[in-house]
């Protein structure tokens, strides 16, 4: 009789069933998406409401072309902080180091949590996206430019999902997070989508035109302007594929460490 060995499985569907623990997760505690979406929803309305009116008399440009962009990378920068608190408890509860003893790829339960990440991320981005019309947004662009509007928010959040892993996998506690979150969330609402770059001091200027979330923020809002901004997007992407390559594999290096410590702190 003849045993026939079972087919190994594909990097891509064990990461997958680790993505589908996330989402069973964040349904059974809806602190995720709450931070991911209702918070942001909720940032962009009031904002709108309080300054919108000001920001069109100032520029006399709709701010909610500025806004919806701002508030979709905020948001998901709020649900990979949210999900980065649960990292020391995974750790020293040992269930990195049991998840890394499971004869599976090792990289599946990384890359499962960073397609969870970016799966948040595009369904955020297209509910702020709606609330963003329903105030009043009209995008003029059309299909390439919405895919592209939806997809920047993805790659920046998978960039940050990978410092707030190398952060928080090796921290004693979510608190430094903190540190991590409050420049990074500051720097977007720094950018053009929020107060108009002219409005601000002109010494600011170079500050807040060099630091990585203005070019982001700016070519969302030429997107939804009905624009092709290829000159930002370059400049974003170079931003992004920059940072990736500085935190990837110091956020690989803590889980690993995370991983193998057994769940002991000494």
Request: include cysteine; charged fraction near 10%; charge should be positive.
């Amino acid at each position: 009789m003849t045993l026939i060995a079972p087919r190994p499985s594909s990097l891509l569907s064990e990461s997958l069933v680790f993505t589908g623990q996330h989402f069973n997760h964040w349904r059974r505690d809806p602190m995720v998406p709450v931070q991911a979406m209702i918070f942001p929803t909720f940032l962009l309305i009031t904002y709108y409401l309080l300054v919108g009116k000001s920001v069109l008399r100032i520029t006399g440009t709709d701010s909610l072309y500025g806004l919806v962009p701002t508030c979709a990378i905020a948001g998901a920068f709020s649900g990979a902080l949210a999900v980065g608190l649960t990292l020391p408890f995974e750790r020293d509860t040992g269930l990195l180091s049991r998840l890394w003893a499971l004869p599976v790829n090792r990289a599946s339960v990384l890359t499962g949590r960073l397609i969870a990440e970016a799966a948040r991320t595009l369904a955020s981005t297209a509910l702020i996206t709606a609330v963003g019309i329903g105030l009043g947004l009209r995008f003029k662009g059309g299909p390439l430019e919405l895919l592209l509007f939806l997809l920047v928010p993805v790659m920046v959040v998978l960039v940050f999902a990978m410092a707030v892993i190398a952060v928080a996998a090796r921290a004693k506690d979510g608190t430094v997070l903190i540190w991590l979150g409050l420049p990074a969330i500051t720097a977007v609402f720094a950018s053009s989508g929020s107060p108009p770059v002219e409005s601000l001091p002109s010494w600011m200027w170079p500050l807040l035109r060099f630091q990585p979330m203005e070019p982001i923020v700016g070519s969302m809002r030429v997107l939804a302007q009905g624009g092709l901004p290829l000159g930002p997007l370059l400049h974003s992407l170079v931003w992004i594929v920059g940072l990736g390559a500085i935190v990837g594999p110091l956020a690989v290096r803590s889980y690993r460490a995370a991983a193998e410590s057994g769940g002991v702190r000494g």
